[in-house]
């Protein structure tokens, strides 16, 4: 699939703030907010996070099909199409039961990240500020 920088910058920092949220108590019951806990991080704790899960996600971006996107939309994909590239891109090893979490739970991840990809801007569109 083809994203770029920027769309797959986006669909990783909200994957990581989503699980960063399931993680934290407070975030959970509603008494602080993810995007102040994810302000209160420092540089390093936001990149544990981060390349964590880019090691899981971004390869099963990256080999996702590619599709013709209409601008102001995300890219879709049905459960069956990601769950044979999650399952593709898998290392061999992990017993059934093992194999079986791993691959639900990655599943999980790239669609959180699919739903944090912001929708295709139109590139003839686009304003350049002058000072650029």
């Known amino acids: ?17 989503t699980v960063l949220a399931a993680q934290r108590r407070d975030v959970r019951k509603g008494r602080t907010d993810i995007e102040t806990v994810w302000k ?15 090691d899981q996600i971004l390869p099963v971006l990256m080999a996702l099909p590619d ?20 399952e593709e891109k898998l290392p061999e090893g992990a017993g059934k039961l ?11 991840l790239v669609r959180t990240a699919l739903g944090h990809v912001p929708p295709r801007a139109d590139p003839e569109r686009l304003d350049v500020p002058d000072h650029l």
């Open 1 to 17: 699939m083809q994203l770029s920088e920027h769309e797959m910058t986006a669909a990783l920092e909200g994957a990581a703030k």
């Open 98 to 108: 093992r194999r079986k979490v791993v691959v639900a739970t990655r599943v999980a």
């Open 67 to 86: 599709r013709e996107v209409p601008v102001g939309e995300r890219p879709r994909y049905d459960d069956a199409e990601i769950t044979a590239v999650v």
């Open 40 to 54: 209160e991080m420092d540089r390093y704790q936001r990149f544990k996070l981060l390349d964590s899960l880019g």
